[in-house]
């Protein structure tokens, strides 16, 4: 079953069948933000797996939790402000903006340290930590509006198409519907006289399909996030290797509002005149998810580590329904507005494995560079649900998606107390066949350290760009929505040592 249209992590699909769940949300909720969830972690880029001593740490490599040596409780506050400018076919740029605050993390470490006759141990096993934190690892708020005149076809045309070989005898059982809502959207296009039929079964889009000159538009509004609860222990066994795993539990609140509008040609007359189809869509979910790390220290200055991210069971419930409101050319002929029922479905989604390699090199009291690799293969997410319908759909999963390669870069300046960063990061594209994904991370910070307690701040500037299909027509050239969404992330975290 598929959705035609969510706008998420990713847009640049083509999602020709208008029903609910999808390869989309598989991506959707399998791509989570690179830089981390603390003002420190922002500010290099994400890349502190190997670098450690930051909560962040949580969300690449737990065994960075061993570096800590006393008790830690940070939270972080902040904000993103996004601007969308898209385009669609011959029409103006429409430019939407979103301003959000946002809670990123809340986390708490315990230390143990190891001591002998007063004295830190220094061989064996010197201290182990334990961590509990609240992290914010996707943000879903995003708002993209799009207008232009199609010349080749009209929304109607794939709504015929997918309507062909359902007896009219189904579509017209419209009395209950009426009062209680319609059982599917194509009932919805038949009864406004949107499609019509050259027989039983046999349906045409009721327009001038000789002189188009559609005008369209639409307003795509998501909104949500996902989250995790942390739970990780790590050790440290003599300062030369760092061992740690974590035990996650996500949760998901996704909302989705999708407007089409279109309006006939003004040299057609005596039938409809425009319409509005929308379709609202809620998700909601837990899941969870294990994540394993080691990190090497050979000597003082260079730190090398790796993790393994196990794929996350997501158990998730769609809410959904449609509207279509018409007006036809003479008004007064205008249908009420017009519903489907209200519908639900539980379904699981299972993420890609996520592994990493991260490097550091420490320059003393001085600073350190920082840099992480990661690889996900996009191509092994899944659907499922009780009635094994989603078979056709993992197959084109695995035929439409691929091994990607994150990279993420940090650097950071020391000077006594005060510390500045700089960091980037690029996220490779899941589409196999497809360059329409692009997405590129610049950031920097700033920050505070002191004996019992630090100050930190980052900002990042998140350049992505993406294509979106409002409908897709067998045999017609598919008219997209091209998008360039810059989004700026401001954190500030705050740190107490105990």
């Not at 208008?18 to 603390?38: C, K, N, V, Y």
């Not at 409780?73 to 103006?92: E, W």
Request: aromatic share 12%; proline share 4%; net charge negative.
């Amino acid at each position: 079953m598929k959705k035609i249209i969510v706008i998420a992590a990713i847009m640049g699909m083509v999602c020709p069948n208008l029903m609910a769940q999808s390869d989309i949300d598989a991506l959707r909720f399998s791509m989570t933000d690179p830089t981390g969830s603390t003002a420190r972690s922002l500010g290099l880029g994400g890349s502190v797996g190997a670098v450690g001593a930051d909560p962040a740490t949580l969300l690449t490599n737990p065994a960075g939790l061993a570096q800590f040596k006393t008790n830690v409780f940070n939270f972080s506050v902040g904000s993103i402000n996004g601007k969308n400018q898209s385009t669609y076919i011959d029409g103006p740029t429409k430019t939407t903006n979103i301003f959000k605050p946002i809670l990123p993390s809340v986390n708490l470490v315990f230390t143990e340290r190891k001591m002998r006759r007063g004295e830190p141990a220094k061989t064996g096993w010197v201290n182990h930590n334990f961590s509990v934190g609240w992290n914010k690892t996707a943000d879903f708020n995003r708002t993209v509006s799009y207008k232009g005149t199609n010349r080749n076809s009209s929304f109607t045309d794939q709504v015929a198409a997918y309507a062909n070989g359902v007896p009219a005898s189904v579509l017209e059982d419209n009395d209950e519907p009426l009062t209680n809502g319609f059982a599917y959207y194509e009932d919805m296009f038949w009864y406004s006289y949107l499609i019509d039929s050259f027989s039983d079964g046999n349906y045409y889009a009721n327009y001038d399909n000789l002189s188009p000159n559609m005008g369209q538009s639409g307003v795509i509004t998501s909104k949500g996030g996902m989250n995790e609860l942390n739970l990780a222990f790590a050790a440290n066994y003599e300062h030369k290797v760092y061992f740690g795993f974590g035990l996650n539990i996500h949760s998901i609140r996704y909302s989705e509002k999708n407007v089409f509008s279109e309006v006939d040609n003004p040299a057609t007359t005596d039938n409809w005149k425009e319409f509005d189809f929308i379709r609202n869509l809620e998700t909601s979910g837990v899941g969870y998810s294990g994540r394993f790390g080691m990190i090497f220290r050979p000597n003082n200055n260079i730190r090398i580590g790796g993790t393994i991210h196990t794929p996350t069971g997501l158990t998730l419930t769609d809410k959904y329904d449609d509207e279509l409101n018409v007006i036809f050319d003479d008004a007064s002929l205008s249908p009420d507005n017009l519903k489907t029922i209200d519908k639900e479905h539980q379904y699981t989604i299972t993420t890609p494995m996520k592994y990493g390699v991260q490097a550091a090199y420490i320059f003393g009291k001085k600073g350190l560079i920082s840099a992480e690799i990661e690889t996900i293969d996009y191509s092994t997410m899944s659907l499922s649900d009780d009635d094994d319908s989603y078979d056709l759909i993992n197959e084109e999963i695995a035929d439409t998606y691929q091994n990607t390669v994150n990279l993420k870069i940090g650097g950071e300046y020391v000077f006594d107390a005060f510390r500045v960063r700089g960091g980037f990061a690029t996220m490779g594209n899941p589409l196999a066949n497809s360059s329409d994904f692009s997405r590129k991370i610049l950031s920097a910070g700033i920050g505070i350290q002191e004996r019992s307690w630090g100050f930190d701040f980052g900002i990042s500037k998140d350049i992505q760009s993406d294509v979106y299909v409002p409908y897709e027509v067998s045999g017609l050239n598919s008219s997209s929505v091209e998008s360039e969404y810059n989004r700026t992330r401001l954190v500030l975290t705050l740190t107490s040592k105990f």
